[in-house]
């Protein structure tokens, strides 16, 4: 089991950047796909994007495509979510996920097993 749990969310203004961390707890960090999800009110969570166990693929939406960036470091038992050029429509609640798994492209909501609490992302205009 992976406990999880994010940071680095705030108000920012539109263009600025903001980098979001997600901490694991466990020692099998690095056995674990990790996604970033983010749900804005009266909308469904949906993928921002996601990063194999090793780093070996990502995925991004196509609303953030050249705006955000996903890494993660295994020594550190972290995943992040840089993000530049903010927009307003980023404003959500950004959540982390987590789920044991070597296959490409863990993309649902329903794939994964683990989430954080969720870090407000606002940006304003």
């Known amino acids: 089991q992976v406990q999880l749990v994010e940071s680095g969310g705030g108000l920012m203004q539109a263009g600025g950047s903001l980098r979001l961390s997600c901490a694991a707890s466990?020692?099998?960090?690095?056995?674990?796909?990790m996604g970033w999800f983010r749900q804005a009110p009266g909308k469904e969570r949906e993928i921002v994007a996601a990063i194999g166990w090793s780093g070996g693929w990502t995925y991004y939406a196509d609303s953030v495509k050249g705006r955000i960036t996903i890494s993660r470091d295994n020594a550190k038992n972290t995943v992040y979510l840089q993000m530049n050029s903010l927009k307003p429509e980023d404003t959500a609640v950004y959540y982390c996920?987590?789920?044991?798994?070597?296959?490409?492209?863990?993309?649902?909501?329903?794939?994964?097993?683990?989430w954080g609490q969720g870090t407000q992302v606002t940006v304003s205009s």
């Open positions: 466990g020692r099998t960090f690095s056995s674990y796909a």
């Open positions: 996920a987590a789920r044991l798994g070597s296959s490409s492209y863990y993309i649902r909501v329903q794939q994964y097993d683990y």
